[in-house]
């Protein structure tokens, strides 16, 4: 949405901060999500619910036909609520506790993806105890680097996440012989905000280099879910304010070596959500520092944390200044040093009351909310036009 689109007077009334949704841009990325993804028969989206567990926003996901992947039971609960079929529901995550395997039993999600041995048995013995059988897909560990920040790589052998693929034939042959779970397939994912699909295409390489070393033990391969991942524009949200969906599913359409009926499941969070989601917040004060001006919001790393912790990039821009640009740090109020939003960031000059939107929050901004220093969780504006 272009500075002037923001509906600016909508917003005097409203506490700030807020998060503001543009439900128009999610409802086009839903659309170029199913277009994209339908081109291909067997290609099936599940949403990555982490990155906006926003009760609405999840509702409008579950009615445009996406299925849901979770990873805690309060993601399960939350989308089954959302209206997100059983069916369509997947479940992963290093750590499922007993109540939590418990919970996605007794509703029957589709699909566990199991992360060690450890917890295949007791998988298997909850499924056991509740009298039935457990479907089960295995997450590899595909020993792959994203070109993306450490903190968000996950496919390296040196991550907590999956089970090794050198071990996967014995961990198959184990799952073989349980009784109460069913093996439905492997899962893989690389890490998050990946722009350069050389990297989707090394792991459909590895991914086709592990299927066929498993066909030629006989063993079965089952699905495939490649996981997320898929980056977006955070640089030009108004130019690129929709992924790549187009090349992404291409990618694995050309890459991946498929059986004739074999299903590809994708677990997009970011690329769904990000670019519809802006932070909102007003300027409290202009503090001229020693050697630098800043911008101090009301809002902070408790609304937004991916600046603190990853020193990610997310444009700011004044909605209410149309004066020249000048250099400031952007900060928030929380009594951390590392509650900064950007540095020498040239904006439109800024006043006390100033609304300024920090874009692209929509993924991993809400969802990673807290309430440090005690402050009120933030507010949410639905927009439609
Ligand atoms: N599937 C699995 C198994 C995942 O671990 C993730 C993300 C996704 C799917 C969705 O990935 P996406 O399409 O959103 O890249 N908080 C970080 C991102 C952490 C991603 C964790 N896993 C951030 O703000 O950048």
Not at 68 to 73: E, I, K, P, Y
Not at 171 to 181: C, I, T
Not at 212 to 221: D, F, I
């Amino acid at each position: 949405m272009l500075k002037g689109a923001f509906p600016v007077d909508s917003f005097r009334g409203m506490k700030t901060p807020f998060y503001f949704y543009d439900m128009d841009l999610l409802q086009r990325t839903l659309e170029e999500v199913r277009l994209q993804a339908g081109r291909f028969p067997g290609f099936q989206v599940h949403y990555a619910v982490k990155a906006n567990s926003n009760p609405e926003i999840l509702k409008v996901i579950a009615e445009s036909g996406l299925g849901a992947d979770c990873v805690s039971g309060g993601e399960v609960a939350a989308a089954f609520e959302a209206g997100f079929p059983a069916e369509s529901i997947v479940f992963a995550g290093v750590g499922k506790s007993d109540e939590e395997i418990r919970l996605g039993l007794r509703l029957g999600i589709s699909r566990f993806n199991v992360e060690s041995e450890a917890e295949l048995e007791v998988i298997d013995s909850l499924a056991a105890q509740a009298g039935t059988v457990a479907p089960v897909s295995i997450r590899v560990n595909p020993d792959i680097g994203a070109h993306t920040h450490a903190n968000i790589t996950t496919g390296l052998a040196e991550n907590k996440f999956g089970i090794y693929h050198e071990e996967l034939e014995s961990v198959l042959r184990m799952v073989l012989g349980m009784k109460h779970v069913r093996f439905c397939g492997l899962h893989f994912h690389i890490g998050s905000q990946i722009l350069d699909m050389a990297d989707f295409v090394a792991l459909c390489n590895r991914v086709n280099e592990i299927t066929s070393r498993l066909k030629r033990s006989a063993l079965p391969v089952g699905d495939l879910n490649v996981g997320g991942g898929l980056g977006i524009n955070y640089q030009h949200p108004n130019h690129l304010s929709i992924a790549d969906f187009k090349g992404y599913f291409e990618t694995f359409a050309r890459h991946l070596d498929l059986d004739p009926g074999q299903t590809v499941h994708f677990e997009p969070g970011r690329s769904v959500v990000a670019p519809c989601g802006t932070l909102i917040s007003r300027v409290l004060y202009i503090k001229e520092g020693v050697t630098r001006q800043f911008a101090i919001l009301d809002a902070g790393m408790t609304e937004l944390i991916r600046p603190a912790l990853y020193h990610a990039y997310h444009r700011i821009e004044n909605l209410s200044s149309d004066e020249a640009e000048e250099l400031y740090d952007v900060v928030g109020p929380i009594c951390e040093s590392s509650d900064v939003f950007g540095k020498g960031l040239s904006i439109d000059k800024c006043h006390r009351g100033d609304f300024m939107a920090i874009r692209s929050v929509g993924a991993y901004g809400e969802s990673m909310s807290s309430r440090y220093n005690l402050r009120p969780l933030a507010g949410t504006l639905f927009y439609r036009k």
